[in-house]
């Protein structure tokens, strides 16, 4: 288990499973646990004694010594650090359809959110342990402390480097490093090079020979820090202990121990059965489950959460799978990378990239390439000097998506299997990369996708997430960004208490959350989501629900946040095929309350409430359109008839535009949204705005209507560039405000026009800059909306030559 963020030392790598807190898991100090003087010179396997492999977790050089010890030791019994209860589901590691990486993970009955995982690599030491104990017949268990006392702490992930007191520690008060230490010692300040240079680089003609050198150096370290500032790991060690004299008692010393290099010297010391028990009497404890899952190496990059802080996991899986010449190997596959991205690579460039590397390596000393030489050689050979390519092998390759696979033997929740039945016959595989799925509704196999990624988000389990399509916006089309995470088969455990379907799962939450609901606008958008994901048996408990809130709400700015979700639900609906009209009702009778509340409600409203129910107005604005749409398609009075839900609707907006108590944001808007509609012309649309910017007009006042006429992400500039007329009236404005007034109303007019595009800022720079008579702002107030008073033939003419062209008349002309 990795779920402390450290970086990869034997000491942060072997702290797998951290122990929970309880009466016996404190902080000893030395003289009441001792590490004894004399463990600092044992051999790995002593005479008479078991064969203890300590290794470095996620370690290719350790795997492979592990690999050469078993073949060397034959022993009849392996014992793994690991959670025992795993016991079990050792067997499914010879399963062909198990592909690491994949990661242990084990859950708490009664709060399956409280989970933790053990991951493990193709170049993991303890799945290589384990692959070769089922290839030669010899038992496998796992030793470390259970995963029922692991889950019982207050955190599962916990680090206990906020727990220990300075003393337990070094002598300047700060957690060991043991690499870091035995790097120093040997005269570098490097630890990660100094470890890849002498172990994962290099390799040993005695099997043996680099357990008992690396156990010999954990021994001096474990002597003079003791535990190292980690008090828990005693815990641990004291179970590790228990469980190995239990296999001794049934194999004699016929047996191998894989284990974290740091916690040698902790298994070689001689203590009694009573001492170790002692350490774990008492401990808390819950009832757990446990199965295998998929892990990525994305996720074993990771320093935080469940991840196990490998910087290079694909560059550790080629190391370990490369039967031969892995630089020559590692360099084709960045090659064969980058060709596929049409970057021009050639068998030269391997070629000199891989001289680069091996002379680099002679130059800094060390024994064969590393990931340093070689990252230096891709950088200087294929990408010109350039880390645009050296990026995309970082992603692809140095850490790479791989993702395991686990066979459908392992156990899993009812509701996990339900999902993966669906993934099956949807054809939507999980997978670590992360990909964008256009889905068309109208076809029946993209519409059952769309209702099982929005049924998944219901319930918690953030597989997809919707985005915006890059083609079609339809009501039909829908865009979504996936990538399955290992995490997600925690949320999917956790989910798993609403049913064992992911439709009667999803359907339980949406009841439940219904029910729990204190906003409106909580359960519209419940609603929403309901129709989005089909769960047409939730409907009526949240439409009920939703009646309930909406009699009871009389604030309208509730109401009008409520009602675009509402909006919405219904043009889904009709996409969907599903049944709104109790919706529909909703709908209106809400719409029909903002119409008769609104007005009062925005009068008398400070800064921010005019800016926000600036928002709300245009919100009810697009949603009463949709509302309207559906009332003229259902053969009910429609907008011509004067009684129609627009024609009240527009009522609203001219009584908002001519109240002066209503702020000044909010009548620009509304006479904005008119100006649009059609229900103003544009004579009337500049009476207006020459009434709320004339002098009498407070400057600020002038200057939120011109941010909520022409203000936001409505078009405001398009309509100022094709309409001079409106633009004059805000130069003249604008150039009449005083100095002091300017400086006041300059941010809102600055924040006003950073929201148009570039270039039509630039178009109105140069309208503006015209200047009267020129065709600028005060020189076009007596023509037609975007004209000058007289034409330009010259900018006319100068179009002729390509018209020519086109029409194939030049020779003519």
Not at 197 to 211: K, S
Not at 332 to 354: C, F, N, Q
Not at 643 to 668: E, F, K, N, T, Y
């Amino acid at each position: 288990m990795t779920p402390r963020p450290a970086a990869p030392t034997p000491l942060a790598a072997t702290r797998t499973a951290p122990a929970p807190a309880g009466p016996t898991a404190g902080r000893p100090g030395p003289a009441a646990h001792p590490e004894p003087a004399a463990t600092a010179g044992r051999r790995p396997r002593p005479a008479g004694g078991p064969l203890v492999l300590g290794v470095r977790h996620h370690g290719p050089g350790s795997a492979r010594a592990v690999l050469a010890a078993l073949d060397a030791g034959r022993p009849k019994a392996v014992l793994v650090e690991g959670p025992p209860e795993a016991d079990a589901l050792v067997a499914l590691a010879a399963d062909e359809e198990m592909r690491p990486p994949v990661a242990l993970l084990a859950h708490a009955v009664d709060d399956p959110g409280r989970a933790a995982f053990w991951p493990m690599a193709a170049f993991s030491p303890e799945w290589a342990a384990i692959r070769w104990a089922l290839a030669h017949g010899a038992e496998v268990r796992f030793i470390d402390l259970p995963a029922a006392h692991t889950l019982a702490a207050s955190d599962p992930t916990w680090d206990d480097s906020e727990e220990y007191a300075p003393e337990d520690a070094g002598a300047d008060g700060l957690r060991v490093d043991p690499i870091a230490e035995l790097a120093r010692t040997a005269g570098h300040d490097d630890a990660e090079r100094w470890w890849e240079d002498v172990v994962e680089l290099r390799g040993a003609t005695d099997p043996f020979a680099p357990f008992e050198a690396l156990a010999e150096a954990m021994g001096a370290l474990r002597e003079a820090y003791g535990h190292g500032g980690h008090p828990r790991d005693l815990v641990r060690e004291a179970h590790m202990r228990i469980r190995l004299r239990a296999a001794q008692k049934e194999y004699g010393d016929d047996l191998a121990v894989v284990c974290g290099a740091w916690h040698v010297p902790a298994l070689l010391r001689r203590t009694t059965l009573a001492a170790d028990r002692a350490l774990l009497k008492g401990m808390p404890k819950v009832k757990t489950e446990l199965t295998w899952v998929p892990w990525t190496h994305r996720r074993l990059a990771r320093r935080s959460g469940y991840g196990a802080g490998i910087e290079a996991p694909g560059w550790y899986a080629h190391l370990f799978t490369a039967p031969d010449r892995p630089v020559e190997r590692w360099m084709t596959k960045v090659a064969g990378l980058l060709r596929d991205e049409d970057l021009p690579v050639s068998s030269a460039h391997v070629i000199e990239a891989v001289r680069l590397a091996d002379t680099l390596a002679v130059l800094r000393g060390r024994p064969l390439p590393g990931l340093g030489e070689t990252t230096d050689a891709i950088r200087a050979v294929m990408g010109d000097g350039s880390d645009v390519a050296l990026d995309l092998v970082r992603d692809r390759l140095v850490v790479g998506d791989v993702l395991g696979t686990v066979p459908a033997g392992a156990p899993a929740v009812p509701l996990q299997r339900d999902l993966e039945r669906l993934q099956r016959g949807l054809r939507l595989k999980p997978e670590a990369q992360e990909r964008e799925l256009d889905l068309d509704l109208r076809k029946d196999n993209d519409a059952a996708r769309s209702r099982l990624l929005h049924r998944l988000r219901l319930l918690g389990v953030a597989w997809g997430t919707p985005v915006a399509g890059r083609g079609s916006t339809g009501t039909f089309r829908e865009s979504w960004r996936l990538r399955w995470e290992p995490e997600l088969h925690v949320q999917v455990a956790e989910a798993g208490v609403w049913g064992t379907t992911v439709e009667a799962a999803a359907t339980a939450r949406a009841e439940s959350q219904a029910a729990a609901a204190g906003e409106l606008a909580a359960i519209t958008s419940l609603a929403e989501h309901c129709l989005l994901a089909g769960l047409t048996d939730a409907l009526p408990a949240v439409l009920h629900a939703l009646a309930d809130r909406a009699a009871l709400d009389t604030d309208v700015a509730h109401l009008a946040h409520a009602l675009p979700a509402l909006a919405r639900s219904l043009r889904y609906g009709d996409v969907r095929a599903t049944d709104t009209t109790a919706l529909a009702e909703v709908a209106t009778g809400l719409a029909d309350r903002i119409c008769v509340g609104l007005p009062p409600a925005c009068a008398g409203l400070d800064t921010d409430a005019a800016t926000e129910m600036r928002e709300r107005v245009d919100g009810v604005h697009a949603a009463i359109a949709l509302l309207a749409d559906r009332e003229e398609g259902g053969g009910e009075r429609g907008a011509e008839g004067g009684s129609g839900l627009a024609d009240r609707w527009a009522g609203v907006l001219r009584r908002l535009a001519g109240r002066d108590r209503v702020p000044g944001v909010v009548r620009g808007r509304a006479v904005r949204l008119l100006l649009d509609e059609g229900r103003f012309g544009a004579d009337e649309a500049a009476r207006l705005m020459g009434l709320a910017l004339s002098p009498g007009t407070p400057a600020a006042e002038a200057a939120a209507w011109v941010e909520g006429f022409v203000g936001g992400a409505s078009g405001g500039g398009l309509l100022l560039v094709h309409d001079e007329r409106l633009l004059g009236l805000v130069d003249d404005w604008l150039s009449g405000v005083s100095a002091d007034a300017f400086t006041d109303v300059l941010p809102l007019l600055r924040r006003t026009f950073a929201a148009y595009e570039p270039g039509v800022r630039r178009t109105l720079g140069e309208l503006v800059a015209r200047g009267p008579g020129a065709g600028g702002p005060a020189a076009a107030t007596v023509t037609a909306p975007g004209f000058a008073p007289v034409p330009d033939a010259q900018r006319a003419d100068a179009v002729l030559p390509l018209l020519q062209l086109i029409l194939g008349t030049e020779a003519a002309a």
